[in-house]
């Protein structure tokens, strides 16, 4: 049993101030700055005390600090449409439904080849990890659903994304135990849709997102 696991369980209403506290300290962090690996630290912290599900992404994009609402750019509207599928009705129905969160909070830069964003090392995601730890403790999700690879495999999916998508796992972190939904990343670099296997997988896991927004009230 993890040591999360044993600590007495805080009450409704201080899980709400913890978890205000937790996103203050998350947007201060400095953490990669200091050991080298960014040259400038923007950390995101998205969502609130009650919400029963979370998302859980690779990183923010590069002027992710600076919007209003989470997943505001062209990979927003991808998402959001997914969402819409899923039964997840309304302009607001991503911040509204789900606690926004991810691997590791700042934008880590482009990648080499000049597409897409820079895959966070093992590194920068160790450094990162008791953030997402803290904000699953806090919530206490029923639901997960993950974004790419990266975000599934830290959430207890392991595997290639080809075999995870389309399916309802178990995972557990930080003492809890939830449900995973793993679906791509978004991302217009991504290469997961361009094959109709990864069309047909991602319309199941759609479909299993529904059905867990009607069980669960989420």
């Not at 962090?29 to 009650?50: I, K």
């Not at 590791?104 to 990648?111: A, E, H, I, L, V």
Request: with cysteine; net charge positive.
């Amino acid at each position: 049993m993890t040591e999360a696991a044993t600590r007495p369980r805080p009450s409704r209403s201080k899980r709400a101030v913890a978890l205000r506290e937790l996103g203050h300290e998350i947007t201060a962090c400095r953490r990669c700055v200091v050991a080298g690996f960014l040259p400038e630290a923007n950390p995101v912290a998205w969502g609130w005390d009650g919400q029963r599900a979370m998302l859980v992404g690779q990183a923010p994009a590069a002027r992710g600090h600076l919007a209003e609402i989470p997943w505001s750019g062209p990979g927003g509207v991808k998402l959001r449409g997914w969402l819409l599928e899923a039964g997840f009705v309304g302009d607001d129905a991503l911040e509204r439904s789900f606690y926004v969160s991810a691997v590791t909070r700042c934008f880590p830069g482009p990648s080499a080849s000049g597409k897409g964003d820079r895959a966070p090392s093992p590194a920068e995601i160790a450094i990162c990890a008791d953030h997402l730890d803290g904000e699953i403790e806090l919530v206490r999700p029923e639901l997960i659903v993950t974004l790419g690879k990266l975000a599934a495999n830290k959430l207890g999916a392991r595997g290639p994304l080809g075999e995870l998508v389309g399916r309802r796992l178990g995972g557990e972190r930080a003492g809890v135990r939830f449900r995973v939904i793993p679906l791509p990343h978004p991302s217009g670099v991504s290469h997961f849709l361009n094959s109709e296997v990864g069309r047909t997988q991602l319309a199941a896991g759609l479909r299993l997102l529904a059905e867990e927004r009607r069980s669960r009230g989420v």
